[in-house]
């Protein structure tokens, strides 16, 4: 399995997933997207489709309904889960190998982000909203 991206911004799980689709680092990511992405509280859906397209994956967003949920299993989808108490704005995952890979997996018992840690985890933690699906 490959290593997991650790988010280096409090708001930096999407930053994290997208470096993961491209297999490459946090830092790459944050400067490709510049500044004020790498700073923002949030990774619009339409954004963030946009910017895994223009770096030559090909993506497709929709919303999250209970017809389509087997589809979120695939390999590479990246998953928006729901706002919580836990993830106030939202929470981006991405699958890889049967696993979700978490770029702040102790999120839970630690919220300083010097201390964030990456890892997979067998379960979403929260209801899928959004999903960006690769396409072949």
């Known amino acids: 399995m490959r290593e997991s991206v650790t988010q280096e911004f409090d708001y930096g799980c999407g ?3 997208f470096a993961f689709a491209l ?10 997207l510049g500044e004020l992405q790498a700073n923002s509280t949030r990774f619009w ?7 895994l397209n223009n770096s030559g ?3 497709i967003a929709k919303h999250v309904k209970p017809p389509m949920m087997r589809k979120i299993y695939k390999e590479g989808t990246i998953v928006l889960v729901r706002r919580s108490k836990q993830y ?3 929470y981006y995952l991405i699958r890889h190998k049967g696993h979700w ?3 702040w997996i102790n999120l839970p018992s630690n919220k300083d982000i010097k201390h964030a840690e990456s890892g997979f985890r067998k379960r979403l933690p929260g209801k899928p909203m959004y999903a960006l699906l690769p396409q072949s």
């Open 57 to 59: 994956k090909h993506y």
């Open 45 to 51: 859906i339409k954004d963030f489709t946009a910017a």
């Open 23 to 32: 297999d490459v680092t946090y830092k790459q990511v944050a400067n490709q």
């Open 88 to 90: 106030p704005t939202g």
């Open 15 to 17: 930053i994290a997933c």
């Open 101 to 103: 890979m978490d770029p």
